[in-house]
């Protein structure tokens, strides 16, 4: 997932809100009984000035492995 923010937002927050709001949509949409739907870690890195296109070619590669 690629986001673009403003430098005044912590990104352990933007995670918190990412993951607490798609885990309460996916429990709410398919009844999930699970404890816990995401960990707590994250990853976050910047990518300067790499193109958009590149950037989703990127992230469209991981969602093969």
């Known amino acids: 997932m690629a986001l673009q923010y403003y430098p005044a ?12 709001y798609s885990s309460r949509h996916l429990r709410d949409e398919f009844d999930l009984g699970l404890p816990s739907l995401w960990t707590r870690s994250y990853f976050v890195s910047s990518v300067g000035d790499v193109s958009s296109e590149i950037i989703e070619k990127y992230i469209d590669a991981q969602a093969g492995e």
């Open 9 to 20: 937002l912590a990104p352990n927050k933007i995670s918190q809100q990412v993951k607490g």
